[in-house]
């Protein structure tokens, strides 16, 4: 096979995502993730496993149900998190560790201590980092956009 050939099925290729915390919020965020090409949510983690098997069978029970997320690592290129803003730093950090990119719902973290250490963590694991903020259609229009 040509070797671009190789790189494109590469660059195309679906990203693994994991979601953690299977709360009220990531119902939200499955809905936008499920509206993107290439991008296959393979597991889903919630310390109530009730919470993760609901979301599980929502996305057809093929996504793999975990209550603690450290175990769910080695099968996810990138993760969603939506867990209590004090959980935030410490799971971030968990994920930036082990390479894998990051979605964090808002705030960030919960000091602009943990915010620092975290961006400069993942910055140097050249791990890509965002914070999710949500707006509403209508937010969005009485912004003029």
Known sequence: MHKYIMRMENIMKKLKLGLVGCGAMMGTHVKGVLQVENVEIVA????????????ADALGGTPK?????CDMVDMIDAVMIALPHDLHF???MFFAAHD???LMEKPLCNSEEECVRLIDYCDEKKVTLMCAYALSRKGLRGRGI
């Open 44 to 55: 889903v983690c919630d310390i109530v496993e009730e919470n993760a098997k609901a979301v």
């Open 65 to 69: 149900i975990f209550t603690e997320y």
């Open 90 to 92: 410490e799971c971030g």
């Open 100 to 102: 894998k990119h990051i």
